[in-house]
């Protein structure tokens, strides 16, 4: 069965950090440029970070940049999303998305896990 599967969501004050994970099972990462989106309630989903199959490149959404890294481990299949600095408008839900990277129709979508930044 073919799962993506986010953690480390939670609530955290402004300036602090938290670290996502999204492991994958049901097929192969190493295959797959992998994406880490956003919702905020009332808003569109939108895209965070992205990191290529490799990992050898990587794009960020402005208002993220220099703040959250993206980075993967092929072995662990699995993706990760380092957020530091956190702000209130950060406050979303947050989606793993993968996409092949021959195949761009086949794509997978995670749950989703809840990232609170109050006070």
């Known amino acids: 069965q073919v799962q993506l599967v986010e953690s480390g969501g939670g609530l955290v004050q402004p300036g602090g950090s938290l670290r996502l994970s999204c492991a994958a099972s049901g097929f192969t990462i190493s295959s797959?440029?992998?994406?880490?989106?956003?919702?905020?309630?009332?808003?569109e989903r939108e895209l965070v970070a992205s990191i290529t199959s490799t990992g050898a490149s990587t794009n960020?959404?402005?208002?993220?940049?220099?703040?959250?890294?993206?980075s993967r481990d092929n072995a662990k299949n699995t993706v990760y999303l380092q957020m530091n600095?956190?702000?209130?408008?950060?406050?979303a839900v947050y989606y793993c998305n993968a996409v092949h990277t021959?195949?761009?129709?086949?794509?997978?979508?995670?749950?989703?896990?809840?990232?609170?930044?109050?006070?």
Do not use: C, H, N
């Open 85 to 91: 600095s956190l702000k209130p408008e950060d406050t």
């Open 102 to 119: 021959r195949i761009l129709l086949l794509t997978y979508w995670g749950q989703g896990t809840q990232v609170t930044v109050s006070s």
């Open 60 to 70: 960020y959404a402005d208002l993220v940049k220099g703040r959250f890294t993206i």
């Open 32 to 43: 797959y440029s992998m994406s880490w989106y956003r919702q905020a309630p009332g808003k």
